[in-house]
């Protein structure tokens, strides 16, 4: 198995697998969409978004592709942006949530096992290893999704080429700017929402800095291991 211990994905066609194997999404973006919903109960909930790392203090702009994490005992490492979807508005019940995920770059990000273990509410995150430092999840998440930042084809080359990116990500950069800029327009389904667990392995797992998050990091269902 691949993920949080317990965890479901829905939609096993767009969703799921190594590269997606755990959701992290800023709890630090929950005032702005609080302030842009007018409110929303989902809001007061942790995991509103469907992630199943609960955590503040660290967004797209501070997290790169390829970086790895320390978390309990399980090692993680970050693949890819979260691509939103129109799941998102059905949940909130409310339309105009991804074009504004897409115009800000608040989206999200996945992170693949690299070595399995165990995670709990008040862990802390700590980054162990620097990846891809000149490729944000903000700034890949853009030139993927965002029309108002088409890549460049050198762009989409050393995207294609970035060892630590999603293998799905890598092949879509290979197609070239013409196929990758349109990448924006498709939105596909959504992925299911868990607790925190047992973290699952990569198959291919192969300036260190503490980052605490807050008081407390939660992990999707309570204790559970990272697997």
Request: proline share 5%; net charge negative; with cysteine.
């Amino acid at each position: 198995s691949f993920g949080i211990g317990g965890d479901m994905v829905a939609d096993t066609v767009h969703h799921g697998g190594p590269d997606m194997a755990v959701h992290h999404y800023p709890r630090d973006h929950y005032g702005g969409w609080d302030a842009w919903l007018g409110g929303h109960d989902m809001l007061e909930r942790p995991a509103a978004f469907g992630e199943n790392i609960v955590a503040q203090g660290i967004s797209e702009s501070d997290v790169c592709i390829g970086d790895r994490f320390r978390l309990g005992s399980a090692l993680l490492e970050v693949s890819q942006p979260r691509k939103p979807c129109w799941k998102i508005e059905h949940r909130f019940g409310r339309k105009g949530m991804v074009a504004r995920i897409i115009k800000q770059h608040n989206c999200g990000w996945y992170y693949r096992v690299i070595e399995e273990g165990e995670a709990q509410a008040g862990d802390v995150l700590e980054c162990v290893e620097t990846g891809h430092s000149e490729w944000s999840v903000a700034r890949l998440f853009a030139k993927f999704y965002d029309p108002a930042h088409k890549p460049t084809r050198e762009e989409c080359e050393q995207l294609a080429a970035l060892p630590r990116l999603s293998d799905e990500l890598r092949g879509e950069a290979r197609l070239a700017p013409p196929a990758l800029q349109r990448r924006g327009q498709q939105l596909d389904p959504d992925v299911g929402q868990a607790d925190a667990g047992h973290l699952a392995r990569h198959p291919d797992a192969g300036g260190v800095e503490d980052l605490r998050i807050a008081d407390q990091v939660a992990v999707a269902h309570d204790g559970a291991g990272v697997g």
